[in-house]
């Protein structure tokens, strides 16, 4: 077997000049942002219509700040497969 030490003597320079010759571009720093819309904004502040409803939303933000919230996985994906 013959090596032909010749071919490689060129390749670490051909490496370098590509590697040099590729400039990246400089990132663009963006920031996340939020819009709501004015109906969104419209809905969260009228009233709750219903008052069971209400005490249904309160009843759950108790039960998540305490801690104690928490539901069968097999209901909720029963749920999901009714529709």
């Keep these: 077997m013959r090596i032909d030490s010749a071919k490689w003597v060129h390749l ?3 490496y370098e000049k590509k590697t040099q010759a590729e400039t990246k571009p400089e990132p ?5 942002r939020l819009s709501i819309s004015a109906e969104a904004r419209a ?4 009233p709750v219509k219903h008052p069971e409803r209400l005490e249904k939303i ?7 700040d305490a801690g104690t ?7 909720i994906a029963k749920r999901f497969l009714q529709g």
Excluded: C
């Design 43 to 46: 809905r969260f502040d009228e």
């Design 69 to 75: 919230y928490s539901r069968d996985a097999r209901d």
């Design 28 to 32: 663009t720093r963006q920031t996340d």
């Design 12 to 14: 670490p320079h051909t």
């Design 58 to 64: 309160n009843a759950l933000k108790a039960e998540i």
